[in-house]
């Protein structure tokens, strides 16, 4: 009877899940030559470190999973890119005009390897302020200049199209001084984000469709990073609400699960059936509760972007409660009824479009030529440590394609998972840590890890204390951050002030501020901002800014729109707590197979990191305004 279980099981499995057994066994070898190389790894920056919070990372979450993802063929060459010694001698003397006329700073050692960067595949780590941006942009320079790329084989990913904006005219700017002869559309082109990159593709595979997440903006061009969106719009809300209504009137099984998770009573089917109840819902973990048709959108959001296709989710296998059990299954039923109406209406969300590109991709689909797929070619992703699973999945399937049919590809990310803060939605900095086991090269290659760890903002005592802030983060890049500039007469770093509560103290936060404005004033700063005030919530921010004179040169910014800015001054309200225990979330980050760790482990070393990313925005001081110590301002001074 044992026997003939496992049998049925197995089977089971290898119907289901028919490469599992290939990824194990793949694992195997991969970790015996890991065993074997160990040695040789010395003097190379660690993959992760593991903090004193990594100890407690399963309390009260379950244990950490081992990621069941297949290992992917190898896609990159591990031979270096062709560049001769008059390449580099003639970008290397371009730049130094450059530098001359005052176009660009000149680039540090640091900074060359990168503009210089003879792999294929290169993953660098960019700490806050080290000139990442610049670099890029002179990377490019060098690859269609000096290179010879041409504009229509290569494609920049920047995280908002306002940085793409910010990205072409930088760009547009260096090439002009280059008199580079390239059309200003064709840069303009190849500066995307990459929701844009896939809207082009979707245009060509996918009959252009309407973008649920632009309906109701008539302003709406380019699709652009979700990440950055604010609450649903009135006509996406009301689109969900009718399909709600619609599953709760017609399908007996949905409405008998509804008032399951409401609590309420199921209505007597021999009388009239009310309306699809609308109160609230609270998904264990959410700050707030919300209509279930908004919650299942929410929660859904987070499903596919974690790389999980919901119409494919085994829920009776998702190790979770029968309470969450049931809203999966619930949100199963609205999301098949959804996709069904979207598909009616020539609508499609920019998950949905992912994902069926990637599936496209992967079947060789005739709809999808590997000639649309030309710019994708050569591939320099900023930021990367926000990207999801999905993102991956989408990155491996484009340059599979391109590497079997159409020749060499090569990819450059750049990131900082110190500075990750998106996990909420679905991103992790793990995907760039564990680079090279999402993006192989082929045979026994690895990709080029390069470091920039100069520091060409903050002074040394704010750098200090930002660092300190993630002294218990439980899995990090190991590195230090050098500061450039000294401290000037004044400067300090982190000063925490407590306590603090904005309804009795606002008036003193005033006058800080005000303070802050005319030391920056007093010392000749150089910034075009003299304060940057951030906090984590709109509403304390808002409250603020009215109060606030607007003379001032301050502006007010959530943390995490903060990003890529920069103050004289940085002045925090609010505390960087971690949010509550997410059990649906541990469960889905577990079936995913893509993390190490549980979801509540990566939002608590991620309420870390949003603290430093902070921190690092203040230049030559920063204060921090909390009630008392605790979470990021633990481990800080008190003022």
Same mark, same amino acid.
């Given at each position: ?8 099981l ?6 289901y ?5 290939a990824?194990l066994?793949?694992e #195997?070898?991969?970790?015996a ?35 069941v993802?297949?290992?992917s063929v190898?896609i990159?060459?591990?031979a270096?890119?062709k560049?001769t ?10 730049v ?7 176009m660009v700073?000149a $680039?540090?050692?640091?900074?060359w390897?990168?503009i210089?960067?003879?792999q ?9 302020g080290s ?14 200049c000096?290179?010879n ?5 290569l494609?920049?990913?920047?995280f908002?199209?306002?940085s ?5 005219e930088?760009?547009?700017k260096?090439l ?19 929701h ?10 996918l ?6 997440? &632009?309906?109701?903006d008539r302003?709406?061009?380019? $699709?652009d ?8 719009a009135?006509a996406?809300s009301?689109?969900l609400k ?15 699960q509804?008032h399951?998770?409401?609590r ?6 021999l009388?009239?059936?009310? #309306? ?5 819902? #609270?998904?264990?973990g ?21 790389g999980?296709?919901?119409e ?7 190790p979770?409660?029968?309470q ?7 949100l199963q039923?609205f ?5 069904? &109406?979207l598909?009616q209406?020539?609508v499609?969300?920019?998950?949905? =479009? ?21 710019s994708l ?7 990367? &440590?926000d990207v999801?699973?999905?993102i ?6 484009v340059h599979r394609?391109?590497?079997r ?7 450059m ?5 110190? &500075?990750? !803060?998106?996990?909420w939605r ?13 993006f192989?090269?082929k ?9 920039l760890?100069a520091?060409?903002?903050?002074i040394? $005592? ?6 300190? !802030?993630?002294s ?8 230090r951050? =050098? ?5 000037p007469a ?8 407590t $306590?603090f509560?904005?309804?009795? @103290?606002l ?15 007093a010392?000749?700063?150089?910034e075009?901002?003299?304060v940057?005030l ?7 921010l #808002?409250e603020?800014q ?13 943390i @995490?729109?903060?990003?890529g800015?920069q103050?004289?001054?940085a002045i !925090? ?24 760790n549980?979801?509540?482990?990566a939002?608590?070393?991620e309420?870390?990191?949003?603290g430093?990313v ?8 920063v ?9 990021a ?7």
């Amino acid at each position: 009877m044992l026997t003939r279980y496992k049998l049925l099981l197995s089977t089971t499995l290898a119907r289901y899940f028919p490469r599992t057994a290939a990824y194990l066994e793949a694992e #195997k070898h991969a970790a015996a030559e890991r065993l074997k190389a160990a040695p040789k790894a010395k003097g190379k920056p660690a993959a992760r470190k593991k903090g004193p919070a990594a100890e407690r990372a399963g309390k009260g979450a379950g244990p950490t999973k081992k990621p069941v993802r297949r290992a992917s063929v190898g896609i990159y060459s591990a031979a270096a890119l062709k560049i001769t010694a008059a390449q580099e001698q003639a970008m290397r003397e371009n730049v130094a005009r450059a530098v001359t006329a005052g176009m660009v700073g000149a $680039p540090s050692d640091e900074q060359w390897a990168m503009i210089l960067g003879r792999q294929p595949l290169t993953r660098i780590f960019a700490g806050a302020g080290s000139g990442k941006s610049t670099t890029l942009v002179l990377r490019v320079v060098f690859m269609l200049c000096h290179l010879n790329i041409e504009p229509e084989r290569l494609t920049v990913i920047s995280f908002t199209n306002a940085s793409c904006v910010e990205l072409r005219e930088r760009l547009l700017k260096v090439l002009a001084f280059w008199q580079a002869p390239i059309e200003e559309r064709a840069v303009r082109d190849c500066v995307r984000t990459f929701h844009s990159a896939m809207g082009v593709l979707a245009r060509e595979a996918l009959g252009s469709p309407v973008w649920f997440e &632009q309906l109701g903006d008539r302003a709406a061009s380019e $699709p652009d990073n979700p990440l950055a969106g604010g609450r649903l719009a009135a006509a996406q809300s009301r689109l969900l609400k009718e399909v709600y209504q619609r599953c709760y009137a017609e399908d007996p099984a949905f409405r008998s699960q509804v008032h399951a998770l409401l609590r309420s009573p199921v209505p007597d089917e021999l009388k009239p059936l009310p #309306k699809a109840p609308m109160q609230p819902f #609270k998904v264990s973990g959410e700050l707030h509760a919300v209509p279930l048709h908004e919650a299942f959108y929410g929660q859904a959001g987070f499903i596919e972007s974690i790389g999980i296709r919901i119409e494919q989710l085994a829920v009776e296998t998702v190790p979770c409660s029968e309470q969450e059990r049931a809203f999966l299954g619930a949100l199963q039923i609205f999301w098949t009824a959804l996709q069904q &109406q979207l598909d009616q209406q020539g609508v499609l969300t920019f998950n949905g =479009a992912f994902q069926q590109l990637t599936r496209m991709l992967d079947e060789g689909d005739a709809r999808l030529p590997t000639a649309a797929l030309a710019s994708l070619s050569h591939l320099l992703i900023d930021e990367f &440590q926000d990207v999801s699973p999905q993102i991956v999945q989408w990155l491996q399937a484009v340059h599979r394609r391109l590497a079997r049919e159409a020749g060499a590809v090569s990819l450059m990310a750049i990131g900082d998972d110190w &500075q990750s !803060i998106y996990g909420w939605r679905g991103s992790s900095p793990e995907l760039f840590m564990d680079f090279d086991r999402h993006f192989p090269s082929k045979g026994k290659g690895k990709s080029a890890v390069l470091m920039l760890q100069a520091n060409y903002r903050s002074i040394e $005592p704010v750098i200090r204390d930002a660092e300190a !802030i993630l002294s218990d983060v439980a899995f990090k890049q190991d590195k230090r951050t =050098a500061a450039i500039h000294s401290t000037p007469a004044g400067g300090h770093g982190v000063q925490v002030v407590t $306590p603090f509560e904005l309804a009795r @103290h606002l008036p003193d936060l005033l006058r800080e501020i005000s303070a802050q404005c005319e030391y920056a004033e007093a010392i000749g700063s150089q910034e075009r901002t003299a304060v940057l005030l951030l906090g984590r919530r709109n509403e304390t921010l #808002k409250e603020v800014q009215v109060a606030l004179d607007r003379k001032l040169p301050v502006k007010v910014y959530t943390i @995490h729109r903060a990003k890529g800015l920069q103050a004289e001054v940085a002045i !925090i309200v609010d505390d960087c707590m971690p949010v509550m225990s997410h059990p649906l979330r541990n469960a889905l980050y577990a079936h995913s197979g893509f993390f190490s760790n549980s979801y509540d482990q990566a939002m608590g070393d991620e309420s870390l990191r949003l603290g430093y990313v902070a921190v690092t925005r203040g230049v030559s001081r920063v204060l921090w305004f909390v009630r008392k110590p605790q979470g990021a301002t633990r481990s800080l001074k008190l003022r």
